[in-house]
C-alpha cells in the first residue's frame, strides 16, 4: 500500500507564502503522475497543480504564476511552493499519485490565508 502524508500546512497572511511537502513510502520516480488538490468548506475538490514522470507540469488558471509543483528526488518528496496566497487559496490540500500500486490520497494539510 503506497502512503502519501502531507505537511508544511498553516496559517498565512494575505501575499505570504507557503511550501508543501508531500512524502511519499516508495520512491517519488515510481509515480507516472502526481497531483496537488485543494478543497474548501463547501466545494468540490479540485485539481491545483499536475507534474508528470517527463516532468511536465500543468496548473490550475486560479494559480498560475503563484504556485510551482516539483518533484525532489532526494528527499523523495512532491512540492507545491505558494507564493502570493490570497484568501481564496485557503483549503484542505491533498497530494495524490498514480503509480503502479494504482491511485494513492494523502490525508490533507490545512492552508489558512487571512484578509
Known amino acids: 500500500q503506497v502512503q502519501l502524508v502531507e505537511s508544511g500546512g498553516g496559517l498565512v497572511q494575505a501575499g505570504g507564502s507557503l511550501n508543501l511537502s508531500c512524502a511519499a513510502s516508495?520512491?517519488?520516480?515510481?509515480?507516472?503522475?502526481l497531483n496537488w488538490y485543494r478543497q474548501a468548506p463547501g466545494k468540490q475538490r479540485e485539481l491545483v497543480a499536475h507534474?508528470?514522470?517527463?516532468?511536465?507540469?500543468n496548473y490550475a488558471d486560479s494559480v498560475k504564476g503563484r504556485f510551482t509543483i516539483s518533484r525532489d528526488a532526494v528527499k523523495n518528496t512532491l512540492c507545491l511552493q505558494m507564493n502570493s496566497l490570497k484568501p481564496e487559496d485557503t483549503a484542505v490540500y491533498y497530494c495524490?499519485?498514480?503509480?503502479?500500486?494504482?491511485?494513492?490520497w494523502g490525508l490533507g494539510t490545512q492552508v489558512t490565508v487571512s484578509s
Open positions: 495524490n499519485g498514480l503509480s503502479g500500486s494504482g491511485g494513492s
Open positions: 507534474i508528470n514522470s517527463g516532468g511536465y507540469t
Open positions: 516508495v520512491s517519488i520516480s515510481s509515480f507516472y503522475v
